[in-house]
């Protein structure tokens, strides 16, 4: 549904529509077909054979799930042409000072990919992304900047990594897990940009991950700085903290913060925020309309890329490593990953 999953129906049409790429699978299972539908068309397919969808849903919650079958069966043709291609991350290390410290590293993400061309269609065609996520990466650029100019580079190294295919299904970062440029019980964190603020300066930060690592404290920190509060995702149910770049690393045990902007804006009032951030997804969003335009105001993202930059450096200088919260869901990866180190 729309609510459940931020946006409408028009955009899972407009993604995934035409060209779609994967990375060459491996031995992994695989389902044959996978497909998108809407909540309604969902609970009328399994009401043809007496099932409740809402019912399913409750019963899949649970741990002991096991499928079930709906007895029924699904006929269909498709015709694919086949086509391998080559897209790329692109890596940027500066070593840290810290001969103990220097083989770890901060890893910045903003993945550059976004829609391509529209295969059909009158008018503009071009899916830029500027906002989703041109201002990424122009915010890790603008950090990587200011950390090569810094009199002395920090204890650990920063690698700053714009990735591929993120709109595919974070393949980008999926590749980059899979390979990374070190060991990772070596990576620190990761700090990831997508879809920044181009409405203006914020009271707040929202942070996408707030309470699941010792990465709060950082964050707190330096927002109490700026004057700003940090919040955790207004939206917990859409699941955010699974779909962008950071997820792929937080699945190798990376401890992980996605920035994703305020929504308190200065001088505007309360749900103004709220308002932009609809209208453009109603919009803009994965449509050839994502285009930089004379009325973004660049504060909120001058703000946020600050932010990003002092976060990195405290964790860059730590002592000790970022870790994950007592029983979260990645504690165990990092563990795994921190003892493969000894």
């Known amino acids: 549904t729309t609510p459940s999953a931020g946006y409408p129906f028009q955009v899972v049409q407009t993604s995934w529509t035409g ?14 077909v996978a497909a998108w539908v809407t ?13 409740d969808l809402e019912n399913l849903i409750e019963k899949a919650r649970s741990r002991d799930f096991e499928p079930v079958a709906l007895g029924m069966t699904t006929s269909l043709d498709l015709e694919n042409r086949l086509t391998r291609v080559s897209t790329g991350n692109v890596l940027g290390m500066l070593r840290g000072s810290d001969p103990e410290l220097a083989d770890e590293v901060v890893v910045f993400t903003a993945h550059h990919d976004h829609l391509g061309t529209a295969e059909s269609g009158e008018g503009d ?25 810094l009199p002395e580079p920090p204890r650990r190294s920063i690698l700053i990594a714009a990735v591929g295919a993120e709109e595919q299904g974070l393949l980008g970062a999926k590749a980059l897990a899979a390979d990374p440029p070190v060991a ?29 690592s010792s990465l709060d404290e950082v964050a707190q920190t330096v927002a109490a700085h700026q004057d700003r509060v940090v919040t955790g995702d207004q939206f917990p149910d859409k ?11 937080a699945r190798i045990g990376v401890p992980a913060m996605y920035m994703k902007g305020g929504t308190d804006y200065i001088g505007r009032p309360a749900n103004w925020g709220a308002e932009q951030v609809g209208a453009y997804t109603a919009k803009n969003y994965h449509q050839p309309s994502d285009e930089l335009t004379d009325d973004w105001n660049f504060d909120g993202l001058v703000q946020d890329a600050q932010l ?6 405290i964790i860059a200088n730590d002592d000790e490593l970022p870790s994950w919260n007592p029983g979260d869901e990645f504690e165990a990866a990092r563990k795994a990953a921190l003892a493969a180190l000894r």
């Not at 060459?24 to 299972?29: R, T």
């Not at 955010?240 to 770049?245: A, I, K, L, Q, T």
């Open 19 to 32: 060209e779609q790429f994967e990375i060459p699978a491996g031995d992994e299972p695989r389902i044959q």
């Open 39 to 51: 909540e309604d068309a969902a609970r009328k397919l399994m009401a043809l054979n007496g099932h």
């Open 125 to 149: 065609r071009i899916y830029n992304g500027a906002r989703d996520n041109a201002s990424g990466v122009a915010t890790i650029l603008a950090i990587a900047k200011a950390v090569a100019e």
């Open 184 to 212: 990772p019980g070596l990576i620190a964190a990761n700090i990831n940009f997508d879809a920044g603020n181009i409405w203006g300066a914020t009271r707040d930060i929202t942070f996408i991950g707030l309470g699941k």
């Open 239 to 249: 699941g955010y903290f699974y779909r962008s770049d950071q997820f792929a690393l």
């Open 308 to 313: 990003g930059f002092w976060c990195g450096l």
